[in-house]
């Protein structure tokens, strides 16, 4: 009996500490969230004629992790929230918990992933992709 609890709990030890490479974790998914923030502050700087230095994202935490198929390829829809901060010329601007809602998906040769954003093409969803890493 004691064996077998202690099987059980090194499994568990061992499971627990293992990394699946095949969904994103939270650095992955860092990652994607600054690719949409720079697209953004690209869009913004030029309308609004705003100086943004750059920005840096703080304390990304994953809160739902959902599967998908998207182009008949395994994807994630991944939701949490993270912090931003905005480097202004004389200040910096933090906005604190803001969410996001991006896609991910791993390519078929399972090295990379890319940042999936849908558009809405003709009474379809269209799937732009961006390379994470």
Not at 33 to 46: E, P, R, Y
Not at 81 to 102: A, C, G, M, S
Not at 106 to 132: A, F, H, I, M, N
């Amino acid at each position: 009996m004691g064996r077998v609890i202690i099987l059980l709990v090194l499994f568990l030890f061992l499971n627990g500490c293992s990394n699946n490479i095949y969904t994103p974790n939270n650095n992955l998914a860092k990652k994607a969230v600054a690719i949409q923030v720079q697209q953004t502050q690209a869009k913004l700087t030029q309308q609004l004629d705003l100086d943004i230095k750059g920005f840096e994202i703080k304390h990304l935490a994953i809160r739902q992790l959902q599967s998908k198929s998207v182009q008949n390829l395994p994807a994630y829809h991944v939701q949490g929230v993270y912090d931003l901060v905005l480097k202004l010329p004389k200040r910096q601007l933090t906005t604190e918990k803001k969410p996001f809602d991006i896609y991910m998906q791993l390519q078929k040769e399972g090295k990379t992933w890319r940042l999936l954003q849908p558009e809405k093409g003709d009474g379809e969803t269209v799937w732009r992709s961006y390379l994470v890493n």
